[in-house]
């Protein structure tokens, strides 16, 4: 059974950074590629960003040079380092466990998500 917690979100000022983690369970990190996801309110969830088991990375256009995504396989964990935040990137942000075949697509392996709020 896939687990995937994750930590670090909160309240933080235009500018500011953060970083997220996600726990997995097991060895999935070996095995899946991992996907950082975000849903705003009144919003569809986004794919923010992907990293493939090799450590390969893809971005959406709205992070690209402030977001970087990373992985510690021996502990288990991908990281979302934010930093340069905006109110826009204000949401509730989701590790995810999936595939890519051209592109990034979720399995149905979801953490509970962190609240991220960029205000001043």
């Known amino acids: 059974q896939v687990q995937l917690v994750e930590s670090g979100g909160g309240l933080v000022q235009p500018g500011g950074s953060l970083r997220l983690s996600c726990a997995a369970s097991?060895?999935?990190?070996?095995?899946?590629?991992m996907g950082w996801y975000r849903q705003a309110p009144g919003k569809q969830r986004e794919l923010v960003a992907g990293?493939?088991?090799?450590?390969?990375?893809n971005y959406a256009d709205s992070v690209k040079g402030r977001f970087t995504i990373s992985r510690d396989n021996a502990k288990n964990t991908v990281y979302l380092q934010m930093n340069s935040l905006k109110p826009e990137d204000t949401a509730v942000y989701y590790c995810?466990?999936?595939?890519?075949?051209?592109?990034?697509?979720?399995?149905?392996?979801w953490g509970q998500g962190t609240q991220v709020t960029v205000s001043s």
């Open positions: 097991g060895s999935i990190l070996s095995i899946y590629a």
């Open positions: 990293i493939t088991s090799g450590g390969s990375t």
């Open positions: 995810n466990a999936g595939y890519y075949s051209g592109k990034y697509y979720p399995l149905d392996y």
